[in-house]
């Protein structure tokens, strides 16, 4: 189950997770009639595009692919030097003066959702534009009051919010791991997303992280080539489905 989303969308929501291990041409069938009796509105599913379930996807009505996204990662350890600009400062929300901050909070708030130009919630037409908009909204919201030490703010020589980004870090097996969760400028053609993506690198380099990860739509080429040219590589390719009940 789904607290967030059932709470947002005010109907029951699921994740379907499965053994990959087994297949049988029935199993979505199954999966439909499972959340049916749980009362499930809308339930998620991520599929990797090598993974031989796509195959029956088409079969079944119910699941429609409404994204596809490109996984990235960049070994840290060999990541290069920091590229760095006079007068820029990268810094985390949390660090800054409280006179700073709001303003801060308000532009990344405002900006964060039109970011989100390309995902499975407003590529579903089951879903108004109002509420996937809603979706990153609340979910900015959220990471400002719980993570703003994981929103790092890149200012230029004015003291101006030119670009942000926000990181979501985990230990994986006593490997320390890094995901970006989002990025965006807020003054184009700048090169700010490059500063404010390799300072953020530095920063968990010198703090002991390995693995550097990102995701993207595939439509989304200015992404894509942010991350290759700063040293990612693509590893994967993810399908994201809904299944309407």
């Not at 053609?189 to 690198?201: A, M, P, Q």
């Not at 530095?202 to 200015?222: H, K, M, W």
């Not at 040293?231 to 299944?243: K, L, P």
């Amino acid at each position: 189950p789904l607290e967030w989303d059932t709470e947002h969308f005010n109907f029951p929501c699921y994740r379907i997770c499965y053994l990959h291990a087994q297949y049988k041409e029935h199993l979505l069938s199954d999966i439909y009639d499972f959340l049916k009796k749980k009362g499930v509105r809308l339930a998620f599913l991520r599929l990797s595009t090598e993974d031989p379930l796509r195959v029956y996807m088409p079969k079944h009505p119910a699941f429609r692919l409404c994204a596809t996204k490109i996984m990235f990662k960049k070994d840290l350890n060999k990541s290069g030097p920091t590229i760095e600009r006079k007068g820029l400062s990268l810094r985390a929300l949390a660090d800054l003066p409280v006179s700073v901050i709001k303003k801060a909070e308000n532009k990344i708030i405002k900006i964060g959702p039109k970011l989100f130009i390309y995902n499975h919630f407003k590529s579903d037409d089951k879903i108004s534009r109002r509420q996937a908009a809603g979706v990153y909204h609340n979910w900015l919201k959220n990471i400002i009051k719980s993570r703003a030490e994981d929103v790092k703010c890149l200012f230029d020589t004015s003291n101006r919010l030119v670009a942000f980004c926000i990181v979501k870090k985990r230990n994986d097996l006593g490997k320390k791991m890094a995901l970006l969760e989002l990025i965006g400028t807020l003054v184009k053609g700048k090169n700010y997303g490059t500063f404010v993506l390799r300072g953020t690198e530095t920063g968990l380099q010198e703090s002991g992280y390995e693995i550097f990860y990102a995701n993207t739509d595939v439509r989304n080429y200015l992404a894509q080539n942010l991350f290759t040219r700063n040293g990612f590589i693509s590893y994967r390719t993810i399908d994201e489905y809904h299944c309407w009940i």
